[in-house]
């Protein structure tokens, strides 16, 4: 199931969310039910994973307590989570691409179906079982919160990826007030207007450029299918955790904020604050700082970088343009590490920010491209080559006047410019004033988003298939 499809929107969210702020004795097992519910909706086939996810990592949780207990260290039961919890993600989202890399035949027959989410729920129930062996955090000794813990519907298929420790009060007992319900709407829309005004159009336009032959493209076009997904992957992804997080205050939970304006960074390194901010913390504190992170000298700060950016890569995606996507970042921040303080500090504003968003445009060309091949044809092109078949594909017939505004809204979106204009606006207006205003504005892109879905093809969040 899909949060901007009519079945989720007009039915699932509604009927659940009665019953669920009806029934208060009975939360934590009507959400389990729905989560299960939605999660089998589109991967009947694929539950049993999900549920074997559960019940592994909560005996192994057990394992791991038992051994604490006992005055031992509980890596080895540690160890074995881990390496079930890898061996399960590494199985399923893998095994293709290492029997093609090895050349068998037929590997893509061979190889199971990827399920959705397995990438969220599996770094969700990794971070349970370190933080338990590290003593952060208690055991969940009940069966029921653990697993509503690992398959919470609302970000279960695409994150964020919430910490036990960010909803283990909340599991036990939450509050849910008419100022948590209204604000978690607003924030659904929000992100229900992002998928369905900027990211929906902005993926049709770069669907039909990277479909077009090597040979046919030219440098304009080239741009405008590089910007157009730029702009997509940022906010249909940023709209589903915009919605999840939204989701999640209706329901009584806390989920950590997963994006802040990163096409304003400065740097590389700045853009990884700010970008799957959930994502970036996960590999600091499970992986760069385990490693040694920048305690251990020059040299080995940048190998641990770049293990953590080839994780990154191969994290998103079983695919050489995921690994290459994944060192080209991790380049980015190695040479920004390397650069002396004064040399980063010289360089004015808008040329630091300019520098970054080419450096993130140019990656995100190798993260959408369906091959090495395609990814270099369209950096040839961006860089002036022009194919011999460019005549066929021009430029205008992928550019109007509606892609135009479409693009310059989601620029302008891009930077802070909303929350600085709520700032400016709200002590200039009365209480009653801001709240009508915020209510307007929220009707007008919940019909506005409605429309435009009812007018689109079926359209998936991109971040579903990792």
Known sequence: MVFSEPTFIFFFLPFFTAAYLLFARWRNPLLLAASLLFYAWGEPAHLPVLSASIAMNYGIGLGIDAALRRGGSGRAMLALGVTANLCLLGWYKYLGFFLETAGVANAAQIAPELPVGISFFTFQALSYLIDLRAGRIGVQRSPQRLALYISMFPQLIAGPIVRYAEVETALAERRIRAEDIAIGMQRFVTGLAKKALIADPMGLTADRIFAIPDAGLAPGTAWIGALAYMLQIYFDFSAYSDMAIGLGRILGFRF???????YAARSVTGFWRRWHMTLSGWF??????????????????????????????????????????????????????????RWRRAVPGPLARLGTLLAVLFGWVLFRADGTGQAAAFWSAMLGRTGPEAGFYPAASFFDAYILTVMAAGACLCVPVVPRLEAWLRPRLPGAGWVAGRTVMAWGLFSASIVSLGAASYSPFIYFRF
């Not at 950590?256 to 990163?262: A, G, I, K, L, V």
């Not at 700082?289 to 950016?309: D, H, K, S």
């Not at 890569?313 to 920004?336: D, N, Q, R, S």
Request: hydrophobic residues 50%; positive net charge.
């Open 284 to 341: 600091r504190d499970y992986l760069y700082i385990p490693l040694g992170g920048n305690r251990r000298g020059p040299l080995r700060t940048y190998a641990n970088l770049g293990i953590v950016f080839l994780a990154t890569g191969i994290w998103h995606g079983a695919a050489w343009t995921f690994v290459l996507w994944g060192l080209w970042h991790g380049a980015f921040l190695v040479a920004e590490r390397m650069a002396p303080a």
């Open 256 to 262: 950590p904020e997963n994006f802040d304006h990163p």
